[in-house]
């Protein structure tokens, strides 16, 4: 399980990837602006059914933009809905305090970008 709310080795290879910083800033805003319906869509499942796809949207974008813990979450949150099961309360707590940090970290992430800080890409190593 990961500790920090960002994987900079994720979003630095998607920053080096885009290329422009203004595109990955724009992209990154795109997941912040959606992420609170992705969210509610968990939160609020009707259904296992309903829980295991809102948990695999989130996971699915969380990991792209290497908001690895919400990642996780969502990973579990999604198996227990395929498995026919309520989400946890504690789960769902964990899961929305792990995107507030998340939310908080890229957000610093596109200020320093749009400050023209330069994001380093992983090792190729």
């Known amino acids: ?4 709310p960002l994987d ?6 998607l ?10 800033a724009r992209l990154v805003r795109l997941y912040l602006d959606r992420l609170g319906e992705r969210l509610e869509a968990v939160v609020n499942a009707e ?3 309903a829980l295991a796809a809102a948990a695999h949207s989130l996971k699915s974008a969380s990991g792209t ?17 395929e498995r026919g099961e309520d989400a946890p309360a ?15 970290a890229l957000e610093q992430v596109v200020a320093e970008v749009e400050e023209g800080v330069e994001i380093n890409p992983p090792d190729e190593g």
Do not use: C, K, N
Request: aromatic share 4%.
């Open 47 to 49: 259904d296992a059914t």
């Open 8 to 13: 900079s080795e994720v979003v630095g290879a």
């Open 65 to 81: 933009f290497g908001a690895q813990i919400v990642a996780d979450i969502a990973t579990e949150l999604e198996a227990i809905g």
């Open 15 to 24: 920053s080096s990837e885009l290329g422009e910083p203004a595109v990955f």
């Open 90 to 104: 504690p789960l769902l707590d964990g899961l929305l305090d792990a995107a507030e940090d998340a939310r908080r």
């Open 1 to 4: 399980m990961h500790t920090e």
